[in-house]
């Protein structure tokens, strides 16, 4: 069905199954270690041998020689495959640099062969029996310095690097208060739990991946067109994912190097990446530099605003586009952001939860705390003040919903904001300075075109398939709802069958617009099943009711089962998003507030309280919404105090490449966590009436903390991490 | 129960060898490029979940990789193979381990317990109960060492074991957030359901979540 226009009355509005706080239906198999992942399917591809990728050990150049033969007659080894012996490859539309290099080197780790043995130790023991010899160049790792030469890159998903509207340079000569603030953000670990892990298995010229991904059709095409082979001939597997936060949009080399074992080997091959691996051999988001000036006037309107950003990529990349964090969130006539990136020759940069707009709102929303003080406003009152409902560039362009400052008063209330000191240093408990910080979460909510194939069985229970996956997000969940709400009947009468290139292909998991896409393709697929029982019953689609496992119409009432017969009753349909998206602005809001304890002598900072109050129109799964939300909020705490991929900038790689040495939050860093959700759905996105949760939470709240660790300590820190070593020197 | 294929290892031989896998990669290194000189191996029996396996392992196989691959219980999750994320944790005589970090060879004789022998999905173990109640996981990949570190943990602060949270080593162990938090942080979780997660372990072990801590 296409989704046109504005949604009136729907059946899901019933919220007898959606809306309600539901546990995840495939929760106990997760808290049994039932649920299988990629590296872990034992009865589909029996006795597989074990793949070991090596990396690449220069950052730019070219190997001058490669003996694979101390490999090769390492004990237990099967093959050894190179870029020299694997036949023909292409490169997948999504990919930027090759996943099995030579003899160029284009990044530190890049793969360059894969040992197949018998045994995981055989493999990794060959690994080691390789000897390669290289030719280094010289390449370029420092954004500082490639800064310089950074060019204007090429629109993307329909943004415009560059925007401008007004006189910016006038008003801001001309503002009674302005600041003019640089900041630094590093490059970023996705850091997934489960590592990149792949099995492949081949019968004759069809090849099976059972893999951990976040797309299935993209990388099933990506994957067939790197081997070229028809993607027909090619299944992706993929129905638990261990975490993607976008690293696993794409098809990366652990997949590649499984299907090209295990055709060397023939026999099926499980290849994952050992941990010390991924920082450099796959993605990361890239680091950024960004310029913000802000002016206002004496009523603490923003008068003249300008964010400008600096990222840089491999060759072909794309660009890290902060800018979009703040390019519309704030009311004021004169105004311009702009994107400039640069060619660097570090791992590949691509997506990672929120891209752009967390590292852009880790900056910007620093700056509206610097300019509210400089005011002499209230941060909370300085972003009520400067809220605006339409596009600032373009006014006729509405938000379609957008209660942004409800969400700061909310906020405001609950957290005790009014006992906020807004003298810098000024509260001491013991020897912890304590300080309370705010910031804007502002996400876009885009749509996916979404299928699914539903079906009723004879036993009367309802089966959904589509290609959809669960990284974590709760996928299994509001869909099982929403077939269960538009089908009438229980939850635990659903069976949700996901992560499968056999089935209807749908949104995907990424850029928050999973939930809300891939549940609106089940709700057509339903509306259509729902038309063929009413055809099966020879009664007027309209005039069937459906509840309870039992569809009636007029003095009928027939068991769904039964209606489905034997045979069963299937049908397949997707959603497409057709309305007018110049419109309406659509996005998802939220409040974060954030206490910190900064220590008087150590300078060690402890999160001590968090809450956000968010605005994403309905809510599917309460639980599941507010677990997203946490979750980002645990990783922006990261991004805020410890996360940085360092680079070696002589050698040109990312040095601190493990969880022992990239530091992630751990239980001890973060408190308690409260969400609330505002009241809210949203009809002119989709028939669900939902936005997106996924990547909103992780939106502005590094900066909160960052303005709380200013409140507490007058200490204003614009290059992330905020570790202790800058808080003493600051 | 043994098999036919067992055999008695007594303590000492477990040291012995474990002794002798260490010394393995040097023997291996000295015989690079002779051709497909077999590896070390070593028949063993691991009593996990209460059921003894007979196994003939390469002695380089860690106990991770000895339930993974060779026992096919991949509950046990491979996040780091470091000892630096927690996913692999198992009990082993009721005490909680990295199981990356150890070698099969060095476990026969040992009671393991593993995330499929605290409970199945139709008869949850008390913790496996609360992180489904509490939504204490997100995509499930650190959830069974998750749960198998709240299990040892608890036991530890049944014994009064001190942690680096603990203010008076003289009074007998309180569960506290701040105790619970410091214990579990051997365990990551990137999709950073913590605060969950803290919720369900207090919820298991009968002690009130609590909200602010500093």
């Not at chain 1, 996943?99 to 690994?127: C, D, M, N, S």
């Not at chain 1, 920082?279 to 802000?294: D, Y």
Request: with cysteine; charged share 20%; aromatic share 6%.
């Amino acid at each position: 069905m296409k989704f046109t226009q504005t949604e009136g009355k729907n059946r899901t509005d019933r919220q007898k199954v959606i809306g309600k706080a539901t546990p995840r239906i495939e929760g106990a198999l997760k808290a049994t270690g039932k649920a299988t992942y990629a590296y872990e399917w034992h009865d589909i591809a029996p006795k597989p041998a074990f793949g070991y990728v090596l990396g690449a050990a220069i950052a730019k150049g070219r190997i001058t020689s490669m003996d694979t033969s101390g490999a090769e007659s390492s004990a237990g080894v099967l093959a050894v495959v190179t870029a020299e012996n694997a036949g023909p490859l292409d490169k997948g539309n999504f990919n930027v640099v090759k996943l099995l290099a030579g003899p160029e080197i284009q990044h530190y780790h890049q793969a360059i062969a894969v040992i197949v043995a018998r045994t995981f130790e055989e493999a990794r023991a060959g690994a080691t029996k390789i000897k390669v010899r290289y030719a280094s160049e010289p390449g370029v790792y420092d954004l500082e310095v490639a800064k310089e030469t950074a060019v204007k890159p090429p629109a993307r998903w329909g943004n415009e690097p560059d925007s401008a509207a007004g006189d910016f340079a006038g008003a801001f000569a001309a503002a009674p208060f302005k600041i003019d603030a640089t900041y630094h953000t590093p490059a970023h670990s996705h850091a997934m739990m489960e590592p990149f892990a792949s099995i492949a298995a081949w019968k004759g010229d069809e090849l099976t991946v059972w893999t951990a991904n976040q797309m299935i059709a993209w990388s099933r095409a990506d994957l067939a067109k790197t081997l070229k082979m028809p993607p027909e001939k090619v299944r992706v597997v993929s129905p638990y994912v261990g975490g993607g936060f976008g690293g696993k949009l794409w098809i990366r080399a652990d997949v590649l190097l499984a299907a090209l074992g295990a055709r060397a080997a023939k026999r099926p091959v499980k290849v994952a990446l050992p941990r010390p691996m991924m920082a450099n051999n796959t993605v990361h988001r890239p680091a950024t530099i960004q310029r913000v000036r802000l002016g206002a006037g004496k009523d603490g309107k923003i008068t003249a605003f300008a964010h400008e950003n600096w990222a840089g990529n491999q060759k072909g990349g794309s660009t890290e586009t902060a800018t979009l964090a703040s390019r519309a969130l704030y009311a004021g006539a004169n105004r311009m952001t702009s994107n400039r990136n640069a060619t660097l020759d570090l791992p590949e940069g691509n997506a990672m939860r929120a891209p752009g707009d967390a590292p852009g709102s880790m900056a910007f929303e620093i700056a509206i705390d610097e300019i509210a003080e400089k005011v002499g406003l209230d941060p909370v009152e300085f972003r009520v003040i400067n809220d605006t409902q339409v596009n600032p560039e373009k006014p006729a362009q509405t938000y379609s919903t957008r209660k942004l400052i409800q969400c700061l008063k909310t906020g405001a209330e609950k957290f005790g904001w009014s006992k906020r000191n807004a003298k810098p240093g000024a509260v001491r408990d013991g020897n912890w300075l304590v300080g309370l910080g705010v910031a804007t979460a502002y996400r876009g909510a885009p749509t996916m075109n979404s299928g699914a194939r539903v079906r009723i069985e004879s036993s009367g229970r309802v089966i959904v398939e589509t290609d959809m996956t669960d990284i974590g997000t709760g996928s299994y969940t509001i869909i099982g709802q929403t077939a269960a709400e538009m089908m009438g009947v229980p939850l635990d009468r659903v069976d949700v069958r996901l992560g499968d290139s056999n089935f209807p292909v749908s949104a995907g998991s990424g850029g928050q617009f999973g939930a809300v896409s891939a549940t609106s393709g089940v709700y057509a697929a339903c509306l259509k099943l729902r038309e063929a029982i009413a055809t099966k019953l020879g009664v007027a689609a309209d005039t069937l009711e459906i509840d309870d496992g039992f569809a009636v119409a007029g003095s009928k009432r027939v068991a769904l089962g039964e209606v489905a017969g034997t045979e069963g009753l299937s049908a397949e349909d997707k959603i497409e998003f057709a309305t007018d998206r110049e419109k309406h602005l659509h996005y998802t809001f939220g409040a974060h507030f954030v206490e910190v304890g900064v220590h008087a002598i150590t300078s060690e900072v402890r999160v001590r309280r968090m809450l956000a109050v968010c605005h994403a129109g309905r809510i599917l799964n309460p639980p599941a919404a507010r677990n997203q939300i946490i979750g980002a909020m645990t990783m922006g705490v990261g991004a805020a105090l410890m996360e940085e991929l360092v680079v070696d900038k002589k050698v040109g790689f990312f040095v601190n490449h493990d969880l022992a040495s990239y530091e992630v939050p751990v239980h001890a860093d973060i408190p308690h966590q409260e969400c609330v959700f505002l009241d809210d759905e949203d009809p002119t996105v989709s028939p669900m009436k939902a936005l997106g949760v996924g990547e909103l939470g992780i939106c502005g709240v590094s900066a909160a903390v960052a303005n709380a660790v200013y409140n507490a300590t007058g200490k204003r820190v614009r290059d992330y991490p905020i570790t202790i070593d800058k808080l003493m020197r600051t | 129960m043994q098999g036919p294929g067992d055999f008695e290892v007594s303590r000492r031989d477990v040291l012995k060898l474990g002794a002798a896998a260490t010394a393995v990669p040097l023997v291996a290194k000295g015989q690079a490029g002779s051709p497909a000189e077999a590896p070390v191996s070593t028949q063993l029996s691991l009593n996990v979940n209460g059921k003894v396996h007979a196994l003939k392992l390469d002695t380089r196989t860690s106990l991770l990789d000895a339930l993974r691959d060779h026992l096919q219980l991949t509950g046990s999750k491979k996040g780091c193979d470091h000892g630096q994320c927690g996913a692999c944790t198992v009990l082993v005589n009721g005490r909680r381990i990295n199981s990356c970090l150890s070698l099969a060879v060095m476990h026969a004789g040992d009671k393991i317990t593993t995330i499929e022998g605290l409970g199945t999905p139709n008869k949850m173990h008390a913790m496996q109960a609360a992180f489904v109640k509490h939504d204490g996981f997100q995509c499930g990949y650190c959830t069974p060492g998750q749960i198998c570190s709240a299990v040892g943990m608890l036991s530890e602060v049944k014994a009064n074991v001190p942690s680096h949270a603990t203010t008076d080593l003289t009074a007998p162990c309180a569960l506290t957030n701040p105790e619970l938090r410091e214990r579990m942080s051997g365990n990551i979780c990137r999709c950073g359901a913590y605060s969950n997660i803290a919720e369900a372990i207090a919820d298991a072990a009968g002690v009130p979540a609590a909200g602010r801590s500093a």
